[in-house]
């Protein structure tokens, strides 16, 4: 939790090979996302690699900001959730890939789940860009 709060790039950056690993494993798996009339169909690496430069962005921009003061209970949310929902999001790909094609109530109850992760996904992200706002406000290193 200490490596989370003082230096939050590192564990997002050790995510992305991870999240790269878990995509090449599934490199035959997509995920459908049903939206209204429209399914989209998405590979897993594709996702992956989406996912790995949002990630590297993000411990980018936390690298630059590592001399503010950055509030640490948004910055333990963010991390968190950031990392758990990405590899959620990859991991549906692989685990629900023959279950869904053979019932439409479990694709939609997997469609739904990954609706909701991505909309925690998006909260966290908010959570992001207010933390690193209240610490250019702040203006001060952390002694």
């Known amino acids: 939790m200490n490596?989370?709060?003082?230096?939050?790039?590192?564990?997002?950056?050790?995510?992305?090979?991870?999240?790269?690993?878990?995509?090449?494993?599934?490199?035959?798996?997509?995920?459908?996302?049903?939206?209204?009339?429209?399914?989209?169909?998405i590979a897993s690496i594709?996702?992956?690699?989406?996912?790995?430069?949002?990630?590297?962005?993000?411990?980018?921009?936390y690298w630059l900001a590592r001399s503010k003061r950055l509030v640490k209970w948004m910055t333990a949310i963010h991390v968190t959730s950031t990392i758990v929902t990405f590899v959620v999001i990859v991991l549906t790909g692989l685990i629900f890939k023959k279950v869904i094609e053979s019932d439409f109530e479990i694709f939609r109850t997997v469609n739904q789940i990954v609706l909701v992760i991505t909309l925690i996904a998006i909260l966290s992200q908010l959570i992001f860009v207010t933390n690193l706002f209240v610490g250019l406000i702040r203006n001060q290193p952390e002694n």
Request: aromatic residues 10%; neutral net charge.
């Open 3 to 41: 490596q989370i709060l003082n230096k939050p790039y590192k564990p997002i950056w050790i995510t992305i090979p991870l999240i790269l690993v878990l995509s090449i494993i599934g490199i035959n798996s997509a995920i459908d996302i049903q939206m209204h009339d429209t399914y989209f169909v």
């Open 46 to 61: 594709h996702i992956g690699i989406l996912f790995s430069i949002i990630l590297g962005i993000i411990g980018f921009l």
